[in-house]
């Protein structure tokens, strides 16, 4: 089970949006609601910030928002802070022989 | 407040063997399907195996199969993950994470024990 697709790299300015996309197939992210995020800060171990797609665990900040259509996911970033420099993860149960995957991981930077 | 710890993270030669633990509390643990993910240095995460509430449906990646083994003492509220036939490539710090039932997700995490393989 290779890694989902997610771009290496994604920056904007403070007070900007940004999104992340997280590509796989029919057979993980198009074929089932559970995709997930996970934000990283260095040295830290991963927090979830997104379950289900599109739902927000409580404590989490409402200017992270996921979304999905067909084989892709995305995370969103609006108003954009410098405490969002971090790695994001997306994650999806998958109907192949190892069921969960994880994305290829995302270097968010604060400009 | 749920708290994840590992311990057993070291240094290995290839081909040997190390065994994770990990002590879990402020939660009904045997409630909870578990996991293993790691993370090899300055890479992204690998799902690596999962063990049901009751043990009875347990799954490994491809890269683990038949080398790893997780298991589970739900008297104790804790987990573990017996590495054997070791290979530079499982080098990585090594993360016990909770299976949310709700959220269907990776909800709470351990802060990672390392391990390192080298001659």
């Known amino acids: 089970q290779s890694a989902l697709t997610q771009p290496a790299s994604v920056s904007g300015s403070p007070g900007q949006s940004i999104t992340i996309s997280c590509t796989g197939t029919n057979s993980d992210v198009g074929g089932y609601d559970y995709v997930s995020w996970y934000q990283q800060r260095p040295d830290k171990a991963p927090k979830l910030i997104i379950y289900?797609?599109?739902r927000r665990p409580s404590g989490v900040s409402d200017r992270f928002s996921g979304s999905k259509s067909g084989n892709t996911a995305s995370l969103t970033i609006s108003a954009l802070q410098a405490e969002d420099e971090a790695d994001f993860y997306c994650s999806s149960y998958t109907s192949s022989t190892t069921p969960y995957v994880f994305g290829s991981g995302t270097k968010v930077t604060v400009l | 407040e749920v708290q994840l710890v590992e311990s057993g993270g070291d240094l290995s030669q290839p081909g040997g063997s190390l065994r994770l633990s990990c002590a879990a509390s402020g939660f009904k643990f045997f409630t909870y399907a578990m996991h293993w993910v790691r993370q090899a240095p300055g890479q992204g995460l690998e799902w690596v195996a999962y063990?049901?509430?009751?043990?009875?449906?347990?799954y490994y990646s491809d890269s683990v199969k038949g080398r790893f083994a997780i298991s589970r003492d739900d008297a104790n509220n804790s987990l573990s993950l017996e590495m054997n036939s070791l290979r530079a490539d499982d080098t990585a710090v090594y993360f016990c994470v909770r299976w949310g039932r709700k959220e269907a997700s990776f909800d709470s995490w351990g802060q990672g024990t390392l391990v390192t393989v080298s001659t």
């Open positions: 063990i049901s509430s009751s043990s009875n449906a347990i």
């Open positions: 289900n797609v599109s």
